[in-house]
């Protein structure tokens, strides 16, 4: 979307944004409401409350700057802001600027929605909760529309946003299923971690065990391991818990410890 430092100024209006107080000084070049309007960017001053603030409205202006150009000016204006101790009223601007170019209602292609999805997460934590479950609820009504499949990692992001538990999606349960473990101790590990352990102090302790999931082979087989595991009784469990224990592995989840919750460590992990 195209700006004016006129525009957004009178979007702000229009939104009931709260213009700083120290903005709009009487002068012979402003407007009726006192502010002093130019897009030009050389006109970019970080000296003064009111000149930093416009600063940041010229700078989300221009669409047309290079990543790192457009970044090195905005960490001298919030310098400045911080300088000036303005640096919530900037930041608050630079907040509504970037909310300007999202509208959610007219997500018409893939690429609209992903904009709207890196918005959502870059914004996500100034906002009330019931406001992201509704943008992410629409999210995933206008990636239906447009026939787009989220990958999981978008899924869990969305849900994230909203404080929903990602273990809650149906990808998650089957990968659940698929690559965790229930011990006999109620507790559960993932494939990957069976994977890490020494198989000479396994074959030590559990000789048995490592007979069932090595193949005739010195070395474990994680996925034969963790079915052979599973199935063992409580002594067994009980061992291999202080092999994990002592090999820096936690449980992703224990059986007495509810409700289950998928975290950022379980699902890398998946």
Not at 10 to 20: C, G, K, L
Not at 29 to 38: L, Y
Not at 74 to 87: F, M, S, T, V
Request: with cysteine.
């Amino acid at each position: 979307m195209e700006k004016s430092v006129r525009f957004i100024l009178d979007t702000m209006r229009e939104s009931n944004f709260a213009v700083p107080a120290y903005v709009g000084a009487k002068s012979a070049n402003s407007d009726s409401d006192g502010i002093v309007v130019t897009d030009d960017l050389n006109d970019i001053s970080i000296h003064g409350q009111e000149n930093v603030w416009m600063s940041m409205l010229k700078l989300g202006c221009r669409t047309d700057m290079l990543p790192v150009v457009r970044q090195s000016y905005a960490n001298k204006i919030a310098d400045a802001a911080l300088r000036y101790g303005i640096a919530e009223d900037v930041h608050a601007a630079a907040e509504f600027i970037d909310r300007m170019d999202i509208d959610p209602s007219r997500i018409r292609t893939e690429g609209d929605w992903q904009r709207s999805k890196h918005w959502l997460q870059k914004n996500a934590g100034y906002m009330d909760i019931h406001i992201r479950e509704g943008i992410v609820d629409h999210l995933f009504e206008k990636a239906a529309e447009l026939g787009y499949i989220p990958s999981l990692s978008e899924k869990c992001l969305l849900y994230q946003i909203a404080e929903r538990n990602p273990g809650e999606l149906p990808e998650v349960q089957q990968l659940a299923e698929a690559n965790i473990h229930k011990l006999a101790s109620g507790r559960h590990y993932t494939t990957d971690q069976f994977a890490i352990l020494p198989f000479e102090e396994v074959n030590d302790l559990l000789p048995d065990l490592t007979k069932r999931a090595s193949l005739g082979m010195s070395l474990l087989q994680p996925d034969l391991f963790a079915k052979a595991a599973s199935a063992a009784d409580v002594n067994t469990a009980t061992v291999l818990d202080a092999i994990f224990q002592k090999h820096g592995q936690s449980p992703v989840y224990d059986d007495s410890d509810l409700p289950y919750e998928i975290n950022d460590r379980i699902l890398a992990a998946l």
